[in-house]
Nanobody, 124 residues
Framework: QVQLVESGGGLVQPGGSLRLSCAAS????????TGWFRQAPGKEREGVSC????????YYADSVKGRFTISRDNTKKTVYLQMNSLKPEDTAVYYCATGPPGSSCKEAYEYDYWGQGTQVTVSS
């Protein structure tokens, strides 16, 4: 059974850091594009950062460039999102998702499998 499980969310003060993890089971993660998406209350889901199946391409939304870093450990079937210099506007539920090679981070519908999400709250 294909499953994605996110972890690492929580409450952090502005300027702090968190590392999200997305662990895959039931399939080989490295064959797929993998992305992190987020959805804040009253807002549409947006692509935050995605990594291609070959790891040759990484996408970052303008709002997180220079602060977030996506990486993958194929031996652990896990994709990470290191989030630094967090801001209150980063507060959202963060989802991990996988899709066919070439899936665009700007098109969430291209991603087939989704995790249950993990809450990130940035507040003092």
């Amino acid at each position: 059974q294909v499953q994605l499980v996110e972890s690492g969310g929580g409450l952090v003060q502005p300027g702090g850091s968190l590392r999200l993890s997305c662990a895959a089971s039931g399939f080989t993660l490295d064959y797929y594009a993998t992305g992190w998406f987020r959805q804040a209350p009253g807002k549409e889901r947006e692509g935050v950062s995605c990594i291609s199946s070959s790891d040759s391409s990484k996408y970052y939304a303008d709002s997180v460039k220079g602060r977030f870093t996506i990486s993958r450990d194929n031996t652990k079937k896990t994709v990470y999102l290191q989030m630094n210099s967090l801001k209150p506007e980063d507060t959202a539920v963060y989802y991990c998702a996988t899709g066919p090679p070439g899936s665009s981070c700007k098109e969430a519908y291209e991603y087939d499998y989704w995790g249950q999400g993990t809450q990130v709250t940035v507040s003092s």
